[in-house]
T-cell receptor, first 112, second 109 residues
Framework: NAGVTQTPKFQVLKTGQSMTLQCAQDMNHEYMSWYRQDPGMGLRLIHYSVGAGITDQGEVPNGYNVSRSTTEDFPLRLLSAAPSQTSVYFC???????????FGSGTQLSVL | DQQVKQNSPSLSVQEGRISILNCDYTNSMFDYFLWYKKYPAEGPTFLISISSIKDKNEDGRFTVFLNKSAKHLSLHIVPSQPGDSAVYFCAASGNQFYFGTGTSLTVIP
């Protein structure tokens, strides 16, 4: 039972580079979301999706893009990486938008 | 503006004693509250939840209490075990989930 799978686990980028963080779930969850965790800030919502083809912004969406072409996948794109995007990123999914979240193991991103 | 607050960054408890982790929230519209546990280099895992229509929910050694008038919830772990050492996040659900900043619990053998 894979649950929520995130890749890569670690990534180092240079300022201005772009990359995509991958997230896939095999639980047929409609709701998927991306969070970032920073020291002293808790988990903050970046973007979320309530189903295939539907995405919306969370609390801290600037500098990130998402798309949801299938129920299973919800990639997070950094268009032009900045040092302020150095963080640990978690993907999460749930059956609906008001049910408990299942989290991936995280991606530690450093932007130099 | 933090809608969910955990004012204690850390807590140390002796094995076998009770651990009490606290959480405060500001939005009275929140209707669902959760606790997550996080080990280093892993994602948060769901621990226990409570609906706003209840004031207590138990699951084994874990009990969550909700005081709506005070906008306060707490997680009690009895008895505490060394394997409980982790960071605990509380979360509240309105139109999205809002997380606290976490409390690092250390259970001393």
């Amino acid at each position: 039972n894979a649950g929520v799978t995130q890749t890569p686990k670690f990534q180092v980028l240079k300022t201005g580079q772009s990359m995509t963080l991958q997230c896939a779930q095999d639980m047929n969850h409609e709701y998927m979301s991306w969070y970032r965790q920073d020291p002293g800030m808790g988990l903050r919502l970046i973007h979320y999706s309530v189903g295939a083809g539907i995405t919306d912004q969370g609390e801290v969406p600037n500098g990130y893009n998402v798309s949801r072409s299938t129920t299973e996948d919800f990639p997070l794109r950094l268009l032009s990486a900045a040092p302020s995007q150095t963080s640990v990123y978690f993907c999460a999914s749930s059956l609906t938008d008001n049910e408990k979240l299942f989290f991936g193991s995280g991606t530690q991103l450093s932007v130099l | 503006d933090q809608q969910v607050k955990q004012n204690s960054p850390s807590l140390s408890v002796q094995e076998g004693r009770i651990s009490i982790l606290n959480c405060d929230y500001t939005n009275s519209m929140f209707d669902y509250f959760l606790w997550y546990k996080k080990y280093p280099a892993e994602g948060p895992t769901f621990l226990i939840s409570i609906s706003s229509i209840k004031d207590k929910n138990e699951d084994g050694r874990f009990t969550v209490f909700l005081n709506k008038s005070a906008k306060h919830l707490s997680l009690h772990i009895v008895p505490s075990q060394p394997g409980d050492s982790a960071v605990y996040f509380c979360a509240a659900s309105g139109n999205q989930f809002y997380f606290g900043t976490g409390t690092s619990l250390t259970v001393i053998p």
